[in-house]
């Protein structure tokens, strides 16, 4: 697949970037789990937190697939930096873009897209809440244990269930009856993932992003978009364990050679190497079909189906290229493997994801 | 799935599935996140005689069968992967003693392991001899009576919490694996530490450290079996072993395919047909993983040589088993599966090791096909 010259200086804007503002720390903040904000500032410096949105927000004005090269980017670096990058431009800016009200637009966007707020979504898979009707009031119990960009304390998006469907809101960071803690996830712990619990959260017409019960069709919306960046930090975690197996199979001396010259080991290098590229080419054409505007849904769920679950197999064989240092903490591999296993069920399950496939492919 | 287990295996099974769901299971969170030494479980274990599993009757024991080791280790495994890895790691070190060690040794020894009032470790790996166990660089000169160590052993589990460890060691390096012979080495003697503690992706439960020798004398008399042996002691107490780090594969696929199936419940899952070809290939698995092990372990207790490549089956997919079905399990609970409540997570992380230790599984494969090859022409 070939990018265009624009997206090339971009990615190689952002691998710079990448390196110098978060390779340093990833790897403490993520043991720490404590979420990038220096790195973030940076991002939101070169637009990164702004990219698809228009200049008059702000925002950076990027296409599908730029953003999807600076993701794939940044998460080779670390993949919780590609994800509060991903949900904060796909799952919040998006929908407040493409589905609020001018004031909604007026009082987030332009913060958003310059990253003095980080937004966030309540994952629609973890909803355990309740939402009930009192005259012009919506009250909202229960909880959402997958508050992505939790931490950051910023509003998010949150689609509640309502009348047999959805309606999509959006929560102000001081909103009262919300109450946020640390969810404890096995991977991508710098990204601030956090569990909300509502208790008698009372929302106005004010909170409703678009237009009452249109929950589904926003997220239907939003969610080919948060594949393609899903995918591609997906893709990001494989390049890393890719380059980190390949340099150490090069490195390790075991039988007085290195083990790179072992056929299990070249044979796993050759099997990475080609999900990725396969991963690579399925993620750029779902992006350059939503560029072209044409209808990128199967395309990508597709790519974030494929992509995902390669993520899970490449940094299990990069871990077994490693053997036992590959299973300690000093070394990255075990880092992309807990990530790769978040980003494979985001933001939908395998099952859920090839169901989608088959009802686009029946058109049903 | 019966597998025609006679009056005590049954027995053995009741009772350490007890134990495991009264000891292990309030215990493995704690130990899992703080990844410190579950001393206090492994003392209950031992209090009830699981320790007993590993040692012949003659020493206190309840027989030291394989197939008794791999009903244990699937049981603890079942409820944590840790704590059966710190548990198991008494089969690993006292295996040698019982086959290979000098009536003497075997009489100092073995009743206090059997009791648990001695826990042992096995001190093979290098940083340089991982998959290539042979290439030891850890040496032992002979110094009139004595024996004196340098070199260091890495990702040795239950370092520096066992008594007493069976280390490997170069006597001669002009012989390579004929050269390296075994010495029983107790905690404590002079020129013998503990150094770099590796922080785990799993088994956090489980203690892994470096042995470290300085000038470590030793009596002539600790030298185990005897000189240039070593490596033939630890292939063939591998060949041993092996099955119960299968079983603890089995034990972990077990949990998390029971996992499932309660979140699928809860969830009103059991009508998604994806969800049950996930249900029934997880059941179909770990059944035909589990009728392995006991084959193997069956075949090993029989007596005879020539188990090594069985014994590898009985690593080989059963630890494979245990990856594949945490995985699965995490993508049926979906973001659940991810949160540490939900314990699949760790169950993956886990498992993880299993594919690794104790031979990888790319060692193990290699070893299978030369095994199978070799009269072939």
Do not use: W
């Not at chain 1, 296409?63 to 919040?92: K, M, P, Q, W, Y």
């Not at chain 2, 029971?258 to 049950?276: D, I, S, W």
């Amino acid at each position: 697949m070939i990018l265009s010259k624009e997206c090339i200086l971009l990615q190689n804007e952002i691998r710079k970037l990448s390196q110098q503002a978060l390779l340093e720390k990833a790897d403490e903040l993520n043991k720490a789990g404590i979420m990038p904000v220096e790195g973030l500032g940076k991002l939101a410096e070169m637009g990164i937190l702004g990219a698809n949105a228009p200049e008059e927000f702000d925002g950076a004005a990027l296409d599908v697939t730029g953003a999807a090269v600076a993701i794939e980017e940044i998460s080779r670096v670390c993949a919780s930096t590609a994800l509060i990058a991903a949900v904060h431009n796909a799952g919040f800016i998006r929908p407040i873009l493409k589905f609020g009200s001018g004031e909604q637009k007026q009082k987030y966007l332009s913060d958003a897209a310059t990253g003095k707020i980080i937004g966030g979504y309540a994952l629609i898979s973890a909803n355990e809440m309740k939402l009930q009707r009192t005259g012009e009031k919506f009250v909202v119990n229960g909880k959402n244990q997958f508050l992505l960009n939790g931490e950051a304390d910023g509003p998010f998006m949150m689609y509640a269930p309502d009348r047999g469907t959805l309606s999509a809101f959006v929560i102000d960071a001081d909103e009262k009856g919300v109450h946020r803690r640390r969810a404890n996830v096995m991977g991508m712990n710098a990204a601030g993932i956090g569990t909300v619990v509502f208790e008698n959260c009372s929302l106005s017409r004010n909170n409703i992003v678009g237009e009452e019960e249109q929950g589904r069709r926003i997220l239907d919306e939003i969610d080919a978009l948060a594949k393609i960046y899903f995918a591609a930090i997906a893709l990001g975690l494989m390049q890393a364990a890719y380059d980190a197996a390949l340099k150490y199979a090069g490195e390790r001396v075991q039988f007085n050679e290195p083990i790179i010259n072992f056929g299990m080991v070249r044979e796993k290098i050759a099997d990475i190497a080609t999900c990725l590229e396969a991963s690579r080419n399925l993620i750029y054409n779902a992006a350059q079909i939503a560029d072209g505007q044409g209808n990128y849904r199967r395309a990508a769920s597709i790519a974030k189906y494929y992509a995902g679950r390669s993520a899970v197999e490449i940094t299990t064989q990069a871990i077994q290229i490693y053997g036992g240092y590959g299973y300690m903490k000093d070394y990255p591999v075990e880092r992309y493997f807990r990530d790769a296993q978040v980003i494979n069920v985001l933001d939908a399950r395998p099952d859920v994801e090839k169901e989608l496939i088959v009802k686009e492919i029946l058109g049903a | 799935m019966d597998y025609f287990l006679n009056t005590e295996e049954q027995s053995l099974q009741k009772k350490v599935r007890e134990i495991a769901e009264k000891i292990v299971l309030p215990a493995r969170d704690e130990f899992d996140l703080s990844s410190e030494f579950p001393h206090s479980v492994i003392s209950r274990m031992a209090e009830e005689g699981l320790l007993k599993v590993f040692i012949p009757a003659e020493y206190g024991g309840y027989g030291g069968r394989i197939m008794d080791m791999c009903i244990a280790c699937e049981e603890v495994g079942r409820i944590c992967g840790g704590i059966a890895t710190a548990y198991a790691v008494n089969a690993l070190g006292s295996g040698p003693i019982v086959h290979f060690a000098s009536e003497d040794q075997k009489r100092k020894y073995l009743p206090r392991i059997a009791t648990g009032e001695m826990q042992c470790a096995f001190g093979l790996t290098e940083a340089q001899a991982g998959s290539d166990a042979a290439n030891i660089q850890t040496t032992a000169h002979r110094d009139g009576d004595y024996y004196v160590l340098n070199g260091v052993k890495q990702f040795i589990s239950n370092a520096s919490i066992a008594d007493v460890y069976v280390v490997l060691a170069n006597t001669d390096r002009t012989r390579g694996a004929r050269g390296v012979s075994a010495f029983i080495i107790e905690k404590g003697t002079p020129g013998f530490s503990f150094g770099k503690e590796e922080n785990k992706l799993g088994i956090r439960a489980s203690v892994t450290k470096e042995l470290v020798f300085e000038d470590c004398r030793i009596p002539g008399e600790n030298l185990m079996g005897k000189e240039g042996l070593g490596f033939v002691y630890t292939m063939r107490n591998f060949d041993r072993a092996r099955p119960g780090v299968g079983a603890i594969g089995l034990g972990i696929a077990q949990g998390a395919y029971e996992a499932t199936l309660e979140f699928a419940g809860q969830h009103e899952l059991f009508n998604n047909q994806y969800v049950q070809r996930v249900i029934a290939d997880m059941a179909s698995e770990i059944e035909a993983s589990r009728a392995l092990i006991y084959a193997t372990a069956r075949l090993i207790d029989r007596g005879g040589k020539g188990f090594s490549r069985e014994s590898s089956f009985a690593k080989l997919l059963p630890s494979d088993l245990a990856v594949r079905t945490a995985c699965r399990a995490i993508e049926i609970m979906g973001p659940y599966g991810l949160l540490k409540e939900y314990r699949v997570e760790k169950m993956l992380r886990d498992a993880k090791i299993t594919q690794i230790y104790e031979g990888t599984n790319e060692i193990q494969r290699t070893v299978i096909a030369l095994e199978i090859t070799k009269g072939i022409k």
